[in-house]
């Protein structure tokens, strides 16, 4: 993703979820969405990650239709 395409995403109406272990980071908005790995991800078993992930999404999401933004 290049700056202009980030800058999309994050603009006022964007939401930023962090997973509780911090190694997955869900960022959307109207410009898009992106999922971001911290290095810790790769030391996660497959499941998990998937687990993690999922639920980063979902929670974002849930934050969009709720209105909540960051």
Known sequence: MNNAEFAGI????????????????????????????????????AGTLSRTITAAVRDVAWSLRSGETS
Do not use: F, I, K, Y
């Open 10 to 45: 994050a603009g006022s109406n964007h939401t930023t979820v962090v997973s509780l272990d911090r190694s997955v980071t869900v960022l959307a908005g109207p410009g898009g969405s992106e999922v971001r790995l911290a290095p810790e991800a790769m030391r996660l078993d």
